[in-house]
């Protein structure tokens, strides 16, 4: 079946530190990635996405390479802010036209000034 | 553009009582429509999704239903509240046909006590 496997948090770095968010899946098929940014009290926004093998997808700094040989697709950033502190999502979608969005379980990313 | 609504934005409701809770896109015809819920701390659960008018997928069992009476509109709800059924509902939206990004709703806080 498919499904997403990222990594525990919660996560506390200090502004400006590089960060690694890891992500893997199971899926048939050829999906589509995602990652997902929830900022508290409110609902989730996309950040990133790849729909192929090797596609990186980038916004805000953020990074993330789909590399179907290791089935990941983990999330970096050179140089955080406090301001990147939220929950981070990662997600898949099957390919298939009617099908749902299979999301992780989140990484809370705490970040100190 | 494409927007989504949810409403309300919090509520809080006694255990026994009934639950509607609405959510609404504009700017897109016969999308995909999703129900999430979010308890404290943890991730997404999927709780029901929508193809079409009146079509609806129950991914978990239990005291919740859902509706969807117009193309845009897509209603949560419950005969009798149960203390788990707090947590924060998010509704959420997708093309037809893609595997593209899912575009979420601002969020209903729900407390039953």
């Known amino acids: 079946g498919n499904s997403v496997t990222q990594m525990e948090g919660p996560v506390t770095l200090s502004e400006e530190a590089f960060l690694t968010i890891n992500c893997t899946y199971t899926?048939?098929?050829?999906?589509?990635l995602f990652w997902y940014v929830q900022y508290p009290g409110e609902g989730l926004q996309l950040l990133l996405k790849?729909?192929?093998?090797?596609d990186k997808g980038s916004n805000k700094g953020f990074e993330a390479t789909y590399r179907k040989e290791t089935t990941s697709f983990h999330l970096e950033k050179g140089s955080v802010q406090v301001s990147d502190s939220a929950v981070y999502f990662c997600?898949?979608?099957?390919?298939?036209?009617?099908?749902?969005?299979?999301f992780g379980s989140g990484t809370r990313l705490s970040i100190r000034p | 553009s494409q927007t989504i609504h949810q409403w309300p934005a919090t509520l809080v409701q006694p255990v026994g009582s009934p639950l509607s809770l609405e959510c609404t896109v504009e700017?897109?015809?016969?999308?995909?429509l999703y129900w999430y819920r979010q308890a404290a701390g943890r991730g997404l659960q999927l709780l029901f999704y929508?193809?079409?008018?009146?079509?609806i997928s129950s991914e978990v069992p239990q005291n919740l239903s859902a509706s969807r009476p117009q193309d845009r509109q897509f209603i949560l709800s419950s005969k009798k509240l149960l203390l788990s059924d707090s947590g924060f509902y998010l509704c959420?939206?997708?093309?037809?046909?893609?595997?593209?990004?899912?575009?979420f709703g601002p969020g209903t806080r729900l407390l039953v006590l």
């Open positions: 959420a939206w997708r093309r037809t046909g893609t595997g593209g990004d899912q575009y």
């Open positions: 899926a048939t098929g050829y999906p589509s």
């Open positions: 790849a729909t192929k093998a090797d």
């Open positions: 997600a898949l979608s099957p390919y298939s036209s009617a099908s749902k969005i299979i």
């Open positions: 700017g897109t015809s016969n999308p995909n």
């Open positions: 929508s193809i079409g008018i009146g079509q």
